[in-house]
């Protein structure tokens, strides 16, 4: 495997001499960690190269900045979070999703509670919370589904305590606690958490991380040219998780831990097979999900905020 990696890193090394490289500042979500996998690995084989880009990976010093840096035309792409994209929609930000990182949503409400065995077992219970708004439309739709409201539960917030409100008995359950981050972190401290993915109880599907562009610069072939490296990144790191894994420790050592081994490997399916793929009934059913939780206030239709790039 390392033969592999090697002659494709010396095959790309020489195809870069041929012309200049482009610039493209990618700005993440949050600090690196193997939600990024395809990224990571699309750097670590070269692939930005190939495709005759010189990609700037940046984590941000604020989380809150990096989509309001590509409005700004201050970086060329961001990663940012489907639900927070139809909020700039509906603020009339010039962002638009030009390729997908994360498919599937990744949040959820963990317990461990062994008496509850489903959403509506959450009723009299203590649910612990860190973000008004949008978690609270997410737990009340999940109750709804299965019979009870958010009038039978107690919220708590717990100012993104997730997992130490838990174990602490603080509160009875949580919600926004991720499927590949919490969950194994709870696993690996001897906990057997009970967990429930949003998407199975009422709420529309969406895809967690999305790439946006500004309006104005969807159409450079650079943005094409960073998605069909993406592609390259993931394909590569689903053939060699193992490989990647090591490779992605020894160049973040810091990061070299058991919970980030795990997962890396859980998160492996959640990653989109085609960056470019944009499902438009997807986005559509979510932004009608925020409309009726009066979350924003107007429909914006899909086409002026999300994209597929051909």
């Known amino acids: 495997m390392k033969k592999n990696l090697c002659a494709l890193l010396l095959g790309t090394a020489i195809a870069g001499h041929a012309a200049a490289a482009e610039n493209v500042t990618l700005m993440l979500d949050w600090y690196v960690n193997p939600d990024h996998a395809p990224i990571i690995v699309a750097e670590q084989i070269g692939a930005f190269k190939a495709e005759g880009l010189d990609v700037k990976i940046v984590p941000p010093s604020d989380p809150s900045l990096p989509p309001r840096l590509v409005a700004a035309k201050k970086a060329d792409l961001a990663i940012t979070y489907q639900p927070q994209l139809h909020f700039f929609a509906d603020q009339g930000l010039p962002l638009v999703r030009v390729g997908t990182l994360v498919n599937t949503p990744l949040n959820t409400v963990m317990t461990l509670d062994k008496n509850i065995q489903s959403p509506a077992d959450l009723k009299g219970k203590k649910v612990g919370f860190s973000v008004t708004g949008i978690e609270e439309a997410t737990l009340g739709t999940m109750l709804k589904h299965e019979g009870i409201s958010s009038a039978d539960i107690t919220p708590v917030n717990v100012n993104f305590q997730l997992t130490g409100a838990l174990l602490a008995g603080q509160v009875d359950a949580v919600i926004g606690g991720y499927r590949n981050i919490e969950a194994l972190e709870l696993q690996i401290q001897g906990k057997d958490p009970k967990v429930f993915n949003v998407e199975d109880y009422g709420v529309p599907a969406y895809d967690e991380l999305v790439i946006v562009a500004n309006r104005d610069d969807v159409n450079k072939p650079k943005i094409a040219k960073f998605l069909a490296a993406l592609k390259k990144g993931n394909d590569y790191l689903q053939a060699h998780p193992q490989e990647t894994w090591k490779a992605f420790a020894s160049s973040h050592p810091?990061?070299?831990?058991?919970?980030?081994?795990?997962?890396?490997?859980?998160?492996?399916?959640?990653?989109?097979?085609d960056p470019a793929h944009l499902d438009t009934a997807r986005y559509q059913a979510y932004e009608q999900f925020l409309f009726d939780n009066k979350l924003i206030k107007k429909i914006t239709p899909v086409a002026d905020y999300a994209v597929e790039i051909k």
């Open 254 to 273: 810091e990061l070299n831990t058991e919970l980030n081994r795990q997962a890396w490997q859980k998160s492996l399916p959640l990653f989109a097979s």
